[in-house]
T-cell receptor, first 111, second 115 residues
Framework: QKEVEQNSGPLSVPEGAIASLNCTYS??????FFWYRQYSGKSPELIMS????GDKEDGRFTAQLNKASQYVSLLIRDSQPSDSATYLC???????????FGRGTSLIVHP | ETGVTQTPRHLVMGMTNKKSLKCEQH?????MYWYKQSAKKPLELMFV???????ENNSVPSRFSPECPNSSHLFLHLHTLQPEDSALYLC??????????????FGQGTRLTVV
């Protein structure tokens, strides 16, 4: 069974710190990786996508992909209370055209 | 608004009722999806449509019936639901299924409560 694993948390960090969210996946042939943010009671919102090994930066967000170790992470620099949300990792497994979602990690940024 | 609009936002229905959820996307996408999100569970893919053709049905009970009359509209018809069907139902769309990228954009969801 192909799976996407995330620690459900909550991950609690102080304002201004770096929040590190991790995701592992089971299919070595996976090609596309996504991070979504979901505020309580709201729908998921795409914040990052990454397709090749290495880092991809967008503002305060950095996605890191390591296909050999089968993990993808999301770093949030200078965390703000408004970043408090559940972060969903989604992976498009090889041979599939539909991303599979993890359970999400709850992030709490406290002032 | 994300370009994907769902109505209604909230729905309470009895187990003998029939209701429909509506989704409309204004992004020019060719693929549309229904997901179910229950507490403490990952997003569950229910149905996938590509160019109005259903391409995936993930063992969803027949009390859920999708309809895609055109590439901009998607419905989920509900009948004789059970209390365990109470959840957030999310519609999403993406450019298409073959581009290899698969960024999906979600609507705001319908919070369904079955009583």
């Amino acid at each position: 069974q192909k799976e996407v694993e995330q620690n459900s948390g909550p991950l609690s960090v102080p304002e201004g710190a770096i929040a590190s969210l991790n995701c592992t996946y089971s299919d070595r042939g996976s090609q596309s990786f996504f991070w979504y943010r979901q505020y309580s009671g709201k729908s998921p919102e795409l914040i990052m996508s990454i397709y090749s090994n290495g880092d991809k930066e967008d503002g305060r967000f950095t996605a890191q992909l390591n296909k050999a170790s089968q993990y993808v992470s999301l770093l949030i620099r200078d965390s703000q209370p408004s970043d408090s949300a559940t972060y969903l990792c989604a992976v498009k497994f090889g041979g599939s055209y539909i991303p599979t979602f993890g359970r999400g990690t709850s992030l709490i940024v406290h002032p | 608004e994300t370009g994907v609009t769902q109505t209604p936002r909230h729905l309470v229905m009895g187990m003998t009722n029939k209701k429909s959820l509506k989704c409309e996307q204004h992004l020019g996408h060719n693929a549309m999806y229904w997901y179910k999100q229950s507490a403490k569970k990952p997003l569950e893919l229910m149905f996938v449509y590509s160019l109005e053709e259903r391409v995936e049905n993930n063992s969803v009970p027949s009390r859920f019936s999708p309809e895609c009359p055109n590439s901009s509209h998607l419905f989920l018809h509900l009948h004789t639901l059970q209390p365990e069907d109470s959840a957030l139902y999310l519609c999403a769309s993406s450019q298409d299924l073959v581009s290899g990228y698969g960024e999906a954009f979600f609507g705001q969801g319908t919070r369904l409560t079955v009583v």
